[in-house]
């Protein structure tokens, strides 16, 4: 935690202030005691009513003064703390942007949004917490210490001694009840498991009739989760009514103490009096401070995950100084050398010596099974990945030498499964390049087979598409993605099993269009079906992470083994008639 | 396997934000939004009707509260009347009055009842929280089983029309918010209110006067919250829908990070996002700003109670209308005065999306259930696999018909081809066969007997199911094919794993059949996954198998064994195949050709060629162009 308050910095003179003020206030709380006992001692006892409402004014002047220095230490602690988090989720949100494929999806898409939103938020609690609740308990104890000794050193001490033994009970209990606590969210997370299970696995369950043994496995999780909320929960009740009797018997004391100090004449009944206020407003503030330990061990443990995401740099980033592109070499061949690569940590590469090369104006294909290495593959030409031996060429220049906008610029890439972003057709298009003009979009919805059911949408180019684009098929998502990356107009078109989703007829149309539409680029493309791989210039077979076969349909089916298999085994007929 | 995968698929949401195990502060709740009940009142009862058994210990508890809160309300009173006695002895000994003086003994005794009772009230007051822990829990345990059973009586239907989120929030977190605050306030509630009876109480019988000048400040603060409280709930809508904007754009983006790499929007991205969180942050300071002047506020109305108190009854105590000790008695009561009033207003807050939360989960358990299994039911000791369609229609929207008067009659141990696009042809199948749904028209019977007749559990364990979806669950590799059968012991196991060509790989995994599964079950590949699920067939035993051929995301080697498996189980079993290899077509004793989840052509393959319809067409632009490929 304290490492991400690091990011503070910015508010130092800030926070300097609020602390002035809590000061302050604090101040201010503790001369509404002192006040009154000098209307005891000076009005009560003499019987001077003059006096009385002098210091009844005094009191409330001092009362409107710390409640200013209150409010205003409110407005600047709001400002810091919603500016702390802003500045946090900011730092995670571009961090993680820049992250590579690799990296974010070791963290996984879901834990980043929890990490950028839930987690800043909880961090962002703490952080006000602090500054309006806990800041003023050290001010409240010293101050309140410091006015008891300049009344009665004697009495002074009663609280001395009261507010250690207040932080060790406070301390044994907090020592039990975190652990307990934390335990707790683990049997939390147990639970919601089993509960996910028997939701998502609902026709497993019921097929083979595990309805109960599912249910004994709740039950056990739900008995575990619950003994823990009542211990949990008993030993949280400890707390309050045991600060209660300290603080009582502290005014117990005080009282004790007090006469006899009244009897040798050493002090007066209304610094007695006074001193009954100090306490209570000491332990007071000291038991809002339990507030902040309740909510520290869920704040800490969301800081840690924020620090995860902040301490990892982004393995994938621009070489130091870039090769500037040169436009007239620009032409879009692609070539491996030698290439080897493994998943950080996997023992076995992903791809072993892989070479091949894809030329402008051609088509290259990539078949093989799953797991064989194809999407690994594609995937070191916009550097989603590095490779660990060997270079990876674009026109002769090693992809890593290049800037990465340079490079991805120069690649329309589609994905397996089509992403859409929330808005329009044409702002989906314009993702491919901002500057396309509406001709242009509609010529690549066209090429794409896109245009006809994008004419049919209440208000075409301008229809919404909702989140993920939820509103349309699966189909038509990839037409759409194919478009976008037509819009691009780049030198590589990667296709990663991008025509899937597609029926027979379509897919055959929009590869017939595509044809001209890519004639001087180079086409890279992933395929499961043979029918999409047949007409490629080039047809790269993978096995097992390596190339095992390079050429054309006809030349394949006589020399590779492993192609032929593949002809024979992936007839995909499920996906002709729909 | 969830039917049109609506369930799993859905675009990343960010979590709701958790709440904090212990409680909100007393001043959770105050100036946020709330959401109002639909029918407050009948929740409430049926709320409280879970409370029905522990009515014994909330008896006790509310017994204890009384006594914990009397006790302590008493306190402040009985230490006044030590200090008058103090003053009185200063006083008389500075005016040298013969045997003027402190009485000690007197103000010791006061000081030791005083311990004695604040002893009684804290030991009472623990007692009270302690008892509650068990109430409120327990409560909760019993409402979370009765979500559970709940599961397992609704239809499929419940299941594939909502997302899992929506069903997990009710479950969860709907269930969190009854938890803490039955916990904590459903005590607050008791405490509040006999404090402030009690504190009301004593202060009248000390001085009237003062007591109204207190109750003055009463609607000043009431009045000053609530202005705050309106200005805040702007703030708070405000930034709500800021942080909805937010959270929706980090959820997008994340989800697509790819895209977002491979066209370079990064930069784009982020500024975005800094828009975005510059208006969160304009909402959120403010929000936070006037929500945080509550406490001052009230603590300023609460001190000018204080300073008037001080100095009307300073003038008070020198016209000898009051004692001193009643005068520092009284403040104490006013600041105790105080406290419960603003945790009154917070737990009516609580309550109040207490209830709310209480309808969701009321709603969940009052969704209407499949019907019962049949009380008189039929058993098929030694089932043979007959399996007949009867004139079945059924349709999931009342108004798209999808299978209309089917018949359908297959002898035990026949194959029947399912050809056609995914989607809902092959899950309906399963939905009907399994009885996940029931048929609208018609009947369908196993065994002569109409599968409505049976039990559920007796009918679905004649089916076995390998499907791309595999479901295995967290636990060991051996529990997970244990689920086809009951306590099978480990000579079967292992038998059904080789016939499963599962054995081999199983072994190399580091704790062999104990190697546990882990909640992705991402430690195993997706042929693996598969070989899993026909092990577990194989061990099941069933009469009946669904089985769907498609092994994509499975590497070729796999595929291979999968293939082997599957022919070896479906021998001698009646099997629906949801198609996709020619040599299984061929085959088949039926084809049932299906186009947007109904079927459009029936017969065995000859036959359908022949009829030159749909299937031929598709025979004949896949397979045909197959046969010239290969040659």
Known sequence: MLKLFRLLRSYRGVIFIVMILALAQSLGSLLLPRLMSNIVDDGIVKGDQGAILRFGGFMLFTSILSTGCAIAGSFYSARIATGFGRIVRGAIFARASHFSIHQFEGIGAASLVTRTTNDTTQVQQMLIMMLTIVILAPMMAIGGIILALSQDAELAWVLIIVMPIMGLVFFFIMRGAVPLSTAMQGKIDRINLVLGESLGGVRVIRAFDRGERQRARFDAANIDLTNTAISVNRLIAVLMPALFLMLNLTSVAIIWVGSHRIDAAVMQVGAMIASLQYAMQILFAVFMVTAMFVMLPRASSSAKRINEVLELRPDIADPAVPVPVNGSVKRGQIEFQNVTFRYPGAEEPALTSASFTAEPGQVTAIVGGTGSGKSTLIGLIPRFYDVESGRVLIDGMDVRDLKLTDLRGRIGFVPQQAKLFTGTVTTNLRYGRETASDSELQHAATVAQAMDFVAKMPEQFSSQISQGGINLSGGQKQRLAIARALVRKPDVYVFDDSFSALDFATDAKLRAALRGETANATVIVVAQRVSTVIDADRIVVMDDGQIVGIGAHDELLKTSEVYREIVESQIPLEEVAS | ?631
Not at chain 2, 184 to 208: A, H, K
């Open chain 2, 1 to 631: 396997m969830s039917p049109a995968g609506r369930n799993q698929n859905g675009p990343i949401a960010a979590p709701p934000p958790p709440r904090p195990i212990f409680g909100p502060g007393p001043m959770a709740g105050l100036g946020m939004p709330t959401q109002k009940a639909k029918n407050f009142k009948g929740t409430l009862r049926r709320l409280l009707g879970y409370l029905q058994p522990h009515r014994l210990a909330l008896t006790v508890v509310i017994v204890t509260g009384c006594i914990g809160t009397v006790f302590s309300v008493l306190g402040p009173k009985i230490l006044g009347r030590a200090t008058t006695m103090i003053f009185e002895g200063y006083v008389a000994k500075r005016m040298h009055v013969p045997g003027g003086g402190i009485d000690f003994a007197g103000v010791g005794k006061i000081l030791l009842g005083l311990i004695g009772l604040y002893l009684i009230s804290s030991t009472f007051q623990y007692l009270m929280q302690f008892l509650m822990a068990r109430i409120a829990q327990r409560t909760v345990y019993t409402m979370r089983q009765e979500v559970e059973a709940k599961f397992d009586r609704l239809p499929l239907k419940f299941f594939d029309s909502r997302t899992r989120g929506e069903v997990m929030s009710r479950a969860v977190n709907d269930m969190d918010s009854i938890g803490s605050t039955l916990q904590q306030n459903l005590t607050q509630l008791l405490t509040s209110v006999l404090t402030l009876i009690g504190v009301i109480t004593m202060m009248l019988t000390i001085s009237w006067i003062l007591t109204i000048v207190i109750f003055l400040t009463l609607p000043l603060s009431i009045a000053l919250v609530m202005r705050i409280a309106k200005r805040s709930q702007k703030f708070f809508v405000q930034q709500q829908a800021a942080l909805s904007a937010l959270n929706g754009h980090v959820a997008e983006m994340y989800g697509g990070h790819t895209i977002v790499t491979a066209f370079g929007h990064e930069k784009k991205s982020i500024e975005t996002f800094d828009a975005l969180n510059e208006t969160y942050y304009n909402g959120a300071w403010r929000a936070q700003f006037v929500s945080g002047i509550i406490m001052p506020t009230t603590m300023f109305v609460g001190n000018l109670g204080f300073v008037m108190v001080a100095v009307i009854g300073g003038v008070l105590v020198t016209r000898r209308a009051i004692a001193i000790g009643d005068v520092q008695a009284f403040i104490q009561y006013g600041r105790q005065f105080s406290m419960p009033i603003t945790q009154l207003s917070g737990i009516a807050n609580m309550i109040q999306l207490t209830i709310v939360a209480a309808e969701r989960v009321f709603e969940l358990l009052d969704e209407p259930e499949e019907t019962p299994d049949a009380a008189e039911a039929v058993v098929i000791s030694n089932p043979r696999g007959a399996v007949q369609f009867d004139e079945v229609s059924f349709r999931y929207k009342s108004d798209e018909p999808l299978i209309e008067d089917l018949t359908l009659d297959v002898a035990p141990g026949q194959m029947i081809a399912i050809v056609g696009p995914t989607g809902a042809g092959k899950t309906t199948l399963v939905n009907l066969l399994m009885r996940f749904y029931d048929v609208d028209k018609g009947a369908i019977c196993v065994d002569g007997v109409d599968i409505r007749r049976m039990k559920r559990g007796a009918l679905r364990r004649m089916f076995g199911m390998v499907l791309q979806d595999t479901w295995l669950f967290s636990g060991t590799i051996r529990e997970n094919i244990a689920y086809g059968g009951d306590r099978a012991d480990h000579e079967a196991l292992m038998h059904a794993a080789r016939m499963a060509h599962a054995d081999h790989f199983i072994r190399t995994l580091p704790e062999a059949y104990d190697t546990p599964i882990n909640e992705e079950a991402s430690n195993l590949s997706q042929g693996q996954k598969q070989l899993l699920t026909i092990a577990r067939a194989f061990l099941a035993d069933p009469a009946v198998l669904i089985l769907d051929e498609a092994t994509s995301s499975v590497d070729t080697r796999t595929e291979v064994l999968i293939q082997r498996a599957m022919a070896e189980l479906m021998r001698g079993r009646t099997t629906f195949v949801i198609a996709h290899r020619l040599s299984t077509i061929r085959n088949a004793d039926l084809i049932l050709m299906l186009e947007h989840g109904r079927i459009v052509e029936r017969g065995t393959h000859q036959e359908l060629l022949a009829a030159n319809g749909h299937y031929a067409d598709l025979y004949n632009s896949q397979f045909a162009s197959r046969a010239a490929m290969t040659t």
